[in-house]
């Protein structure tokens, strides 16, 4: 079936505009995640929607960084005023909620470049 | 807090060599652990997992076993092939409270010469 899906693949913006990023997640998958992967750095932690709702929003590096989730399916990561240390990989995830052992399958992300 | 603390790379070898990667945790409660790989130009994909103590995960070859008596989750393989070249990342699932997040080392190259 069909897979994690993200849009736009490539985005290059100037610093200061803002940008959207969306995600798809597999039909059926209640738990969405966002991570940002910067080189150098490993994979970080943004945010977590369960539903509709977003019990866990730690990982957000600034007030300029927000998402929502609509219908308990599509996701928008929106980074207002970009700055050139917001330019790195931003994964989407999502998966089932189970006990224990859930996996999470990601998406193919979008490459944000600030110039 | 949770952490994850895998080998740095990047790792070089022979086709045919043994693989390890190690990988170690420091996590309360009791996590499940995950091997993810990333191939040139493709997104994550779960390699395997193990969701408790003495669980060996295995897929494609590769195995790990959850320890958690040295708190280790390392990767291995027996007999590795070029197509193996990819980066590997460790990853534990932190559950408390509201968290469903994966907390993730920082990934060990790997390229497999032929």
């Known amino acids: 079936g069909a897979g994690v899906s993200q849009s736009p693949s490539n985005k290059v913006t100037e610093k200061g505009k803002d940008v959207e990023l969306r995600c798809d997640p597999i039909?059926?998958?209640?738990?969405l995640y966002w991570y940002r992967q910067s080189l150098g750095q490993g994979l970080e932690f943004l945010i977590y929607f369960q539903g509709n709702s977003a019990p866990d929003k730690s990982g957000l590096p600034s007030d300029r960084f927000s998402a929502e989730r609509t219908g308990g399916s599509v996701s928008t990561l929106t980074i207002q005023r970009t700055q050139q240390e917001d330019s790195a990989v931003y994964l989407c995830?999502?998966?089932?909620?189970?006990?224990?052992?859930?996996?999470?399958?990601f998406g193919p992300g979008t490459r944000l470049t600030v110039l | 807090g949770n952490s994850v603390t895998q080998m740095e790379g990047p790792v070089t070898l022979s086709e045919e060599a043994f693989l390890t990667i190690n990988c170690t945790y420091t996590?309360?409660?009791?996590?499940?652990l995950f091997w993810y790989v990333q191939y040139p130009g493709e997104g994550l994909q779960l390699l395997l997992k193990?969701?408790?103590a003495d669980d060996k995960g295995s897929n494609k070859g590769f195995e790990a076993t959850y320890r958690k008596e040295t708190t280790s989750f390392h990767l291995e393989k027996g007999s590795v092939q070029v197509s193996d070249s990819a980066v590997y990342f460790c990853a534990l699932s932190d559950f408390a409270g509201n968290n469903r997040k994966l907390i993730w080392g920082l990934g060990t190259s790997l390229a497999v010469n032929p």
């Open positions: 193990a969701t408790k």
């Open positions: 039909s059926g998958h209640t738990a």
């Open positions: 995830a999502s998966s089932l909620v189970l006990l224990v052992g859930d996996t999470q399958y």
């Open positions: 996590a309360t409660g009791y996590p499940s």
